[in-house]
Structures are given as C-alpha cells and as structure tokens.
C-alpha cells in the first residue's frame, strides 16, 4: 500500500508541474495561483486512497486525482465571483487579485482542464468515467444554485439544507472514491458503496464546519469565529433554529438577522441563541447520524481491514478536526 | 445524402427535446432560453455535413453536434457577462433578464452539458473527440482572452488580430468539421483538411462580419449599422486602419476613438477615414484569401465532388450573406 503522505506529496508534485501555456498569462496565471494556495488536497487523496483499496498501482488514477482538484478549484474560483468573496484560503480571491472577467474566464478554462486530465485515463474507463464526472458536476453546480437561493430565504427546511449540502458538497466526495474504484477495477457492490462512503462522510463533514465556523477554537480554527452568523448564512445550526417552535426565541433571531451591527454583538446574541436552543447537540447528533452512516458503508466494502484503516483514519480526523 | 434542410430540423429538433431537469429552475430555463433564440446552426451542421461525406447514417454524430451547439451557446451566455453585452439575437442576454450570477452558474452547467453529449458518442471515439473538444474549447477561451485585452490597446498588428480570430471563432468551425470526420470513420489526412476548410472559413467568415457591421444593407443587416465602431472595437478594418503609414488620417482615427458622442457622425466620420485608406478593400482581398484556402481545402477531400457540393454552396452563402 502507498502511504497518506505520500499520496499527498504525488499530487502536489503534479499539480505543481501542470504545464500551463506561456501564453496568454492572464488566463493561466490565476490557475496556477489558486493551485498553489494550501489546501487540504482531500479530493485527490480520496481517489487514490480508493484506487489503492483495490490495486498496489495507483498510477493510472493520478490523473483523474488531478482531474477532481482542478474542478474542486474551478468552483471556488467561480463561487468566490457569485459570493463576492475577498479572501480565500487567506490570500485574496482571483476576482479581486485580477478582477471579475479574468476569474470567469479562467474559470470556465479550468473546468475545461479538469476534463482534459481526466480524458487521459485508460480509454476503456472513459465513458463510466465520463458520466459519473458530469453528473456530478451538474450537481454541485445545483448545489451552488440552492445555496445561493437561501441566502434570500427565512423558511429554508431541515431537508432543503440536506439535499444542497449534499449536492454543493458531498456528491463530489462520492465520486472521487467512486471513480478511484473504477480505475483500481472494483465490481459495482465496492464501487457504491465508497460513493455512499463519502456522500455520507461528506455530509458530516460540512455540517462540521458549520459547528466550527460558532464553536471552534478562534486561536486554531483559522478564520474568524462567527462568519457565518455576521453574513445570516444558512448553516444546519441557523436553520434548525429557525424551524425551532420557540416563538420568542425565534423573534429574536429575527430581529438580529436583520440587524448586521456591532458585529460582536451579534454573533455573541446568536450564540447564545443557539445555546438556548440546543442546535450545538441536535447538529451533532446528525453529524453523527451521518458518519456512522459512511462507516457501515465502507465496513461492507470487500476488502481486508487493514487496507481500509487509511480511510477511516481520515475520516475520524475529519470529524475531530479544529479547522 | 440527406439535406441541408432536413438537418437543420433534426438539430432544431433535438434542441427542442433536450430534457432539462425540472428543478433549480433558475440554472436549467437560461439554458433553454438562450438554446432556442434563432440561431444559424451552422456549427451542429457543419458537424452533420462532414459525417455524411463518408456515411450515409448521420445518427451516431448527432449528440456530438448537439455538443457544439450547446458549448457555443456557452460562450454567448459568459461572453455577454464578460462584455456587458445587453442584446443577444434581438432579445435580453441571460445576465439581463435574470443576473450575473445566473448567467455565470448556468454557463457552467452549459459547459458540463457540452460534454453530457460528447460522451453520448460511440465509445472507441471517444478519446479523439475527447481531446478535439478540449484543445478547441480551451483555443476559444484564450481568443475570448485576447479580444478583451485587445479592448486596451491600439497598436494591436494584423497578425495578432488574425491569430485572436482563429481562435475565438475559427477553429470551433474546424473542430466541428473534423469531429464529424471522425464519426464518420474518414481517415487522418481527410480529417485534418475538413478541419482546415473550416479553420480558413472561419476566419474568412470573422472578417466578412467585420465589413458587414460597417458596410452592410440596414435594411436586411438586423443590427444597427457601426456598432463596431461606436464601441471602438478591434475588428479588421479598425486595426488594418490603425497600422496605415499616412500619419493625418491616422491621427484623425485616434482622435475618434477618444469620442462617444455624437453616435452618427462618429459611424460617419470614421467611415469616412476607412474608405480614404481602403480597408473595405483590403479587408476584401484578405477574406477572399483566406476563403480560396478553405476551399482548396475542401477540394482535397477524397470523396466524389457532388457529397461535397452541399459544403461548398455552405461556404458561398457565407460569403455572400447579408446578416
């Protein structure tokens, strides 16, 4: 088996030796810049750790690893536009570093990167691999759109913000095991099963960093605590407070939604809100719900324990993470 | 050999029977919208026309056709963001009848979409239409490029101007051609000269739009006449005007391009200044280049004169049109 942090340290010697045309640079610039940025590189990981499961050779999944990274990073970049974001893995955005026709292009020439790494794959595995890319990336695109939606809405559901984390989020956690399982030539039992592995972990894990984003530790978490609160973002902790029967105590979350000063103010009163009305313990409970849920899915998987313990390692430090 | 006729109602037609998901609306209707603005087709065509030089059954070349119409139609929806372009065919662009956001969020499920139908093509082609695609959507990005830096700058030479069309317009109208060589089974030689009378076309095609903005009969042109100029756009005759020796008129254009208002004796007085140096001619000579090379090309495809008329009548019409 080839090690986590060697895993790691193939995908960002490959990303590094992307080779870019000279020109024009204000289109290939920003791609590189944004690749460069630190980053978690989970996506990647997730491909080859999954290929790995099934075969010693990973090399025929590196690509497609690269493939998941670029069009991880062709969201943020375009997202950032839409969600008018400054800062970014703590360095300014494409749109600001540039401006906002150059993160759009750019953008829309990543994407366009990412299927030309994943067309390098084995040309038996192009069409299964084909589908089940720009099905998800049609999702996370529906993802984004329902996200953005809620920003104008009070009445968003428990299950409206499940489906849109799922789309925005976990689908694309799903594939990237999912397609690693392909190329490392699982049969089709082994190969959902990741997928529901990841869909599952990656729901929990972005319920997580809506915990974090209020209950974090502000001296590791790295942003500021209470981001969310300030922009009203629709988080799991924000709407299931919403939903809560509690009128008075759902007046006054009312009031401090449309209230966006002092900030501290604000997000010590919603705080303490959410402490009144327990949304900490109930978006723990569901998180929990869910990485049990991609626990027993990568439990069923054929394969000897041992080769498995990567992955659920990741998971569990996913899930214990500060930041 | 089936018709020109009959394949442009098999295109319109499958446009019309794309199967949108019902829901987020708001990403999937500006795709249907901008789809079904009247449009040449000429691109889906071109892709039909060149499989049925060398196969009488066009159907396994239809979803890539289908893609080409899709990506163009995503680079219209960005573009127009790009340009702050409010028409699109006699009707709001997408970012102005919904917004930004819109438009850049549902041009990149376009773009996913684009490659949806690629991947509908038969398996063992799939690595070369693959790779066609890619390489030319990424050349168009990088035209798109050039042609917004262009926007600045007023030393642009004739080369760079005719590199930035061969880009953003040019090879989509060879990759088309040559895609459906490919479906077609034709061999390497004849696919690579289908590309190039559609590469030479293509430009030649660019620099008639130029003359026609200018030059055209307002009654039949369907746009107002010297939109080019008004907005001092870099097209052929602008930069083959900027590069004249005869520094009075010169002057003059430079003078101009500092002016917005009045609209009418800009177009005019501009106008003017191109007749004195004979751009219209030049531009003439240079597209009647560029259309003898496209058509040599043609010539040299290994089938029989009369499979290749219904091409060849295509080009001249291009040649000749008045919108």
């Known amino acids: ?12 010697q490959r990303i590094e030796e992307i080779p870019y045309p000279e020109q024009p640079h204000r289109l290939y610039r920003p791609i590189a810049y944004l690749l460069a940025l630190k980053g978690k590189k989970i996506r ?7 290929c790995n499961l099934f075969k010693e050779d990973i090399n025929e999944a590196v690509d497609m690893a690269l493939a998941w990274e670029i069009f991880h990073n062709f969201t943020l970049m375009h997202d950032d536009v839409m969600d008018k974001a400054d800062i970014r893995r703590g360095q300014p955005t494409v749109h600001k570093k ?7 292009l750019s953008g829309d020439s990543m994407l366009i990167l990412s299927y030309k790494y994943l067309a390098k794959s084995p040309g038996h595995h192009l069409p299964e691999l084909l589908d089940l890319f720009s099905t998800t990336a049609a999702e996370i695109c529906e993802g984004q759109e329902y996200d953005m939606q809620f920003e104008n809405r009070l009445d968003v559901t428990e299950a409206e913000y499940l489906n849109m984390i799922r789309l925005k989020t976990a689908v694309m956690l799903g594939a990237c095991l999912k397609s690693g399982a392909i190329l490392g030539d699982a049969d089709v ?11 599952n972990l990656g729901i929990a894990f972005q319920i997580q960093d809506d915990i974090l984003d209020v209950y974090g530790d502000p001296a590791v978490f790295g942003k500021k605590i209470g ?5 009203n973002k629709k988080t ?3 709407v299931t407070a919403l939903n809560t029967e509690n009128r008075q105590e759902k007046d006054e979350l ?30 723990r409970d569901k998180m929990e719900d869910y990485y049990q849920k991609a626990i027993e899915s990568l439990n069923g998987v054929n394969v000897p324990d041992e080769k ?13 993470r500060k930041s």
Chains 1, 2 share one sequence.
């Open 1 to 12: 088996m080839v090690g986590f942090q060697e895993i790691l340290s193939i995908i960002r």
């Open 189 to 199: 039992k082994d190969r959902n099963l990741l997928y529901d592995f990841g869909l």
């Open 308 to 320: 498995k313990a990567v992955l659920k390692n990741l998971a569990e430090e996913l899930m214990n």
């Open 236 to 238: 799991y902790l924000l």
């Open 254 to 283: 009312l009031r401090w939604l449309k209230t966006s000063t002092p900030e501290e103010k604000k997000i010590e009163a919603v705080t303490l809100l959410y402490n009144k009305l327990s949304v900490k313990e109930k978006a």
């Open 98 to 104: 540039w401006d906002e026709n150059t993160a759009i």
């Open 227 to 231: 981001g969310d609160i300030l922009c």
């Open 44 to 50: 990647p990981a997730l491909t080859l750790l999954a």
